[in-house]
Nanobody, 120 residues
Framework: QVQLVESGGGLAQPGGSLRLSCAAS????????MSWARQVPGKGLEWVSG????????YYADSVKGRFTLSRENAKNTVYLQMNSLKPKDTALYYC?????????????WGQGTQVTVSS
């Protein structure tokens, strides 16, 4: 079965960095786009960043553009979200999600989430 396991969350100071990882299994990882989304309690889900199956196209929400970098290692079935210049408003539960196609058309599986807290 499809599994997405996020890791790397934690507490960071404003201006600091964290790297999130998502280890995937149960499907042909190199054939599907992947994304990250985040949610703050009481607020809606916000799409953060996505990457095509071949890793050649990446996309970012305006709120994280220039600060976050998404990458993937298909040989390791893993996608990474490097988060730099973190701000308190980046505090959220971050989810890894699998697209239904090589491109970012829709999503069908989600991980359990990893908490990111940005605070001094």
């Amino acid at each position: 079965q499809v599994q997405l396991v996020e890791s790397g969350g934690g507490l960071a100071q404003p201006g600091g960095s964290l790297r999130l990882s998502c280890a995937a299994s149960g499907f042909t990882f190199s054939s599907y786009g992947m994304s990250w989304a985040r949610q703050v309690p009481g607020k809606g889900l916000e799409w953060v960043s996505g990457i095509y199956s071949d890793g050649k196209n990446t996309y970012y929400a305006d709120s994280v553009k220039g600060r976050f970098t998404l990458s993937r290692e298909n040989a390791k079935n893993t996608v990474y979200l490097q988060m730099n210049s973190l701000k308190p408003k980046d505090t959220a539960l971050y989810y890894c999600t699998k697209a239904t196609h090589a491109q970012l058309v829709a999503y069908d599986y989600w991980g359990q989430g990893t908490q990111v807290t940005v605070s001094s």
